[in-house]
């Protein structure tokens, strides 16, 4: 004959089984709740990021256009001046000064993509790009495996060329350090983003950038 429970021992049961799935709700719920750490919204990495994602202020965006390189494979770089302002306020005198690099779309289904850089970045950039064309003409006389020289801006964006043999190629990807898209350079390419900066360095520090 099998054993009969008792009303009592029915009951721990049954209350042991509900602490248990009470547990389990609350963990599951505290779990779903609370945001993984990679969805959290990174913060703006450069002063132009940080300027504009103000809020309850009125901001100024000055945008002078300073070139275009075409690339390979239907792909471009577009290069622009940016000055920030705010209108009014205390910090209606405060400027800030840069450069926007756009990727535009090369297909039906891209889009654009959108780097900021801070003028003393647009210095570094303009002196690192000096530093691979030197240094570009120096590897050209040698063989290399793979040698890649890359410059990486605040905001993930990333500049340079690589060199496979003899053959050199250079490229821009504009954008996050999360996705972004390429713009395939030759290393002419390279060249003429290198004087657009220039163009784009000189300008801004005429109308007042330090």
């Known amino acids: 004959m099998r054993p009969r429970l008792s009303s009592v021992s029915m009951l721990r049961i049954v209350c042991g089984l509900l602490f248990a799935l009470c547990c389990t709700s609350s963990a ?20 132009i990021e940080k300027f504009m994602a103000r809020r309850g202020v009125l901001i100024v965006k000055d945008f002078y ?9 239907g792909t471009s770089l577009e290069i622009k001046m940016l000055i920030l302002s705010s209108a009014g306020g205390p910090s209606a005198a405060q400027k800030i000064f840069g450069v926007r690099f756009s990727r535009p779309a090369a297909g039906r289904y891209e889009s654009e993509e959108v780097s900021f850089l801070d003028f003393d970045e647009c210095v570094a950039l303009l002196d690192a790009l ?3 064309q030197n240094l570009a003409i120096k590897m050209a006389q040698e063989q290399h495996e793979y040698t890649e020289v890359i410059f990486v ?12 043999g003899r053959e050199q190629s250079a490229f821009a990807k504009v954008g996050g350090p999360i996705g972004g898209k390429r713009c395939w350079l030759t290393m002419d390419g390279l060249a003429e983003v ?5 163009q784009a360095v000189t300008r801004l520090r005429e109308m007042g950038a330090k």
């Open 153 to 164: 801006t605040r905001g993930g964006m990333r500049i340079g060329f690589y060199q496979e």
């Open 130 to 132: 000096g530093f691979m």
């Open 28 to 47: 599951y719920a505290q779990e779903a709740v609370s945001p993984p750490e990679a969805a959290k919204k990174p913060e703006p990495a450069t002063a």
């Open 194 to 198: 290198k004087d657009l900066v220039q």
């Open 65 to 73: 256009n300073v070139g275009m390189v075409s690339g390979q494979l």
